[in-house]
């Protein structure tokens, strides 16, 4: 019963993301192509959220769900690796035509083929699991 609650939120978080659209492999493609604003404008919309939700957090000594503060750190400036991670999630998501964040929510929506992007997945985070220690970061 703890853990109903991320369940709901994720299937909240499915919802959002299936009734505006952004699981749709023809409103990435349409991104990509600066076709249409759709997408740039749902992520702009998770940009200024964000924002606007770590400040909050920032600001107010809001607690977690066990009641311990939430501490969020400065990261520390760097950009060589934020361009190379940068241009390596944008060219899976081009390739692969979804982003990590909806593949589970088309595995149920019943796109069996994103069952080999979540292979991929997986298997590129086992892959840096190995190796976390011998990159940059």
């Not at 200024?48 to 969020?72: A, C, H, M, N, Q």
Request: net charge positive; hydrophobic share 50%.
């Amino acid at each position: 019963m703890k853990l109903l609650r991320f369940v709901l939120v994720g299937f909240i978080f499915g919802i959002v993301l299936t009734k505006s659209e952004a699981i749709s492999w023809y409103r990435i493609y349409e991104m990509f192509q600066f076709q249409s604003f759709h997408m740039y404008g749902i992520i702009f919309t998770a940009i200024v959220t964000g924002v606007v939700g770590i400040r909050f957090f920032k600001e107010r000594e809001i607690k977690d769900y066990k009641g311990l503060p939430i501490e969020i750190l400065d990261k520390e400036k760097a950009r060589f690796r934020y361009i190379v991670g940068g241009t390596m999630f944008g060219l899976g998501w081009g390739i692969v035509g979804c982003c990590p964040g909806p593949i589970f929510v088309l595995l149920g929506a019943g796109v069996a083929s994103i069952g080999v992007v979540l292979l991929g997945a997986l298997i590129g985070n086992f892959l840096y699991g190995i190796l976390k220690d011998k990159i940059p970061h």
